[in-house]
Structure formats: structure tokens, C-alpha cells
T-cell receptor, first 116, second 111 residues
């Protein structure tokens, strides 16, 4: 079974440029998560989708970050404009339960973003 | 104060050593508890869930003390392949699977 797929794996951009990340969750997983992981830290949740609905976006910096999950499968996360402090690894995860509480979250390999 | 705090690393141990990682959490609404493993430049992967009664998986033993809001992971007979960062993770009740990660503790097992 294919795991969570993310692209690109690496991205280098100049500050103030836009950037987008794509995630394809495990087939059949209705819950999708975007996390940001800074160097030396654990991942922090940015947004959680149940199907196509964003049910928790409380930690998404909405002035520059946006996300969508049209049709409840693939998802994109966008930053516009990027700032130096956005350099991090952006991880996508998915799980199979709408409740989400006890189902294992499977992570993709992440996109490493470097903003210069 | 961070919601989940772990021992600062790194831990450098010889092969065959026993090593213990400690973790505390501050939110009493924490419902489920996990240890994830993250290899260098890789994604986190679930190592094991942690139950109130304690649980063991081979060389790995996890313990939970709800009264003290404390979680531990014990690795016996360390292998070179155990070298990784170990992340303590809690799931908050009624927040639909939101995982709160600790900052991780790096383990390096040397020959």
C-alpha cells in the first residue's frame, strides 16, 4: 500500500515569494493533517481536515498561509508571501478515522523549505 | 511552559546499554499517549502506544503515570539501529486526534 505522498521534497525560495506544497494521503484516509517541524522541535499542527472540511485551523497563520482539500482527497498548503522564519519541514499526515483520536497518523516524507 | 516536555538530549550510549527517556505533559485533558520515532531527515513513525497498565514490545517498555502526568520509554539492550530521535506525543480529549509533540530526545548508540 502506498504511503502518504508529498511534493516537492525540497524547495528553496527567496523571501516574499509564494510557495505551495502538495499532499496525497493514504487511499481511504478521510482525515488529513498539515504539520510544521522546525529544527530541533517536534511537529506542530497547522490544520486538520475531515474530508473536505477544515475542522481545526486555529494554529494556521491565516495572514499568509492557506490550505485547501478539494474533493476530500489531495491537499495543498500555500504560503504567500514567504518569510525567513517559514523555513522548516512541512509534514502531511493522514488517518482513517473521523474521530481521529485513536487511529494512527501516518506521515509523509515532508517538504523541506528554505527561505533565503 | 510547553505542553509536552522531554529530557534534553542527546543521549550517547554504547551498544547493549539500557536507556530511559522521560516525558511530562501539562494538559490533564490528555487522553492518549504515544512514542514516535524519527530517523534523521525522515518522517515520524509510530513506535508504540502507551497504556496506563504499561506495555512492552520486545526491548521497548512504555509506562504512563496519569497522576504525575509522566510518560517513560525504556530501551533495553540498545542496538545501533535504535539511533534516532524519540518523540513523546499526547492526544487531547475531544480535539479529534490532535497530536501534541514533545521536542524529541536524540539517541545515539555507539559500537
Amino acid at each position: 500500500e502506498a504511503g502518504v505522498v508529498q511534493s516537492p521534497r525540497y524547495k528553496i525560495i527567496e523571501k516574499k515569494q509564494p510557495v505551495a506544497f502538495w499532499c496525497n494521503p493514504i487511499s481511504g484516509h478521510n482525515t488529513l493533517y498539515w504539520y510544521r517541524q522546525n529544527l530541533g522541535q517536534g511537529p506542530e499542527l497547522l490544520i486538520r481536515y475531515e474530508n473536505e472540511e477544515a475542522v481545526d485551523d486555529s494554529q494556521l497563520p491565516k495572514d499568509r498561509f492557506s490550505a485547501e482539500r478539494l474533493k476530500g482527497v489531495d491537499s495543498t498548503l500555500k504560503i504567500q508571501p514567504a518569510e525567513l522564519g517559514d523555513s522548516a519541514v512541512y509534514l502531511c499526515a493522514s488517518s482513517s478515522s473521523l474521530a481521529g483520536a485513536m487511529e494512527t497518523q501516518y506521515f509523509g516524507p515532508g517538504t523541506r523549505l528554505l527561505v533565503l | 511552559r510547553k505542553e509536552v516536555e522531554q529530557d534534553p538530549g542527546p543521549f550517547n550510549v554504547p551498544e547493549g546499554a539500557t536507556v530511559a527517556f522521560n516525558c511530562t505533559y501539562s494538559n490533564s485533558a490528555s487522553q492518549s499517549f504515544f512514542w514516535y520515532r524519527q530517523d534523521c531527515r525522515k518522517e515520524p513513525k509510530l513506535l508504540m502506544s502507551v497504556y496506563s497498565s504499561g506495555n512492552e514490545d520486545g526491548r521497548f517498555t512504555a509506562q504512563l503515570n496519569r497522576a504525575s502526568q509522566y510518560i517513560s520509554l525504556l530501551i533495553r539492550d540498545s542496538k545501533l539501529s535504535d539511533s534516532a530521535t524519540y518523540l513523546c506525543v499526547v492526544n487531547l480529549r475531544n480535539q479529534g486526534g490532535k497530536l501534541i509533540f514533545g521536542q524529541g530526545t536524540e539517541l545515539s548508540v555507539k559500537p
